[in-house]
Nanobody, 125 residues
Framework: QVQLVESGGGLVQAGGSLRLSCATS????????MGWFRQAPGKEREFVAT????????YYAVSMKGRFTTSRDNAKNTVYLHMNSLKPEDTAVYYCAASWRTDGSERSPHGYNYWGQGTQVTVSS
């Protein structure tokens, strides 16, 4: 069973940048499509981005496209989410997740099999 641990969250001013990391263990990262989701207080978990097993295919939520970039380094068992031009509405707990669907097209949280504990991102205005 794969374990996921997110890091890199924190407090940043609007317009700033953060890079989240998702370190994996207990499995072969290249066996999974990976996704990023976020959840703000009182809201449902929201799709952010997904990446295929090779990193060759990525999808982004409309509101993040052009500002967020996901990548992966299978040799380092790590997935990344680079976030630029952050806005206060990006404030949420960010989660990485692993899916047995490897093509990177899974955008529903129900399609993911393993989850990290989340990392808080707070964007101040």
């Amino acid at each position: 069973q794969v374990q996921l641990v997110e890091s890199g969250g924190g407090l940043v001013q609007a317009g700033g940048s953060l890079r989240l990391s998702c370190a994996t263990s207990g499995g072969t990262l290249s066996s999974y499509g990976m996704g990023w989701f976020r959840q703000a207080p009182g809201k449902e978990r929201e799709f952010v981005a997904t990446i295929s097993w090779s990193g060759g295919t990525t999808y982004y939520a409309v509101s993040m496209k052009g500002r967020f970039t996901t990548s992966r380094d299978n040799a380092k068992n790590t997935v990344y989410l680079h976030m630029n031009s952050l806005k206060p509405e990006d404030t949420a707990v960010y989660y990485c997740a692993a899916s047995w669907r490897t093509d990177g097209s899974e955008r529903s949280p129900h399609g993911y099999n393993y989850w990290g504990q989340g990392t808080q991102v707070t964007v101040s205005s």
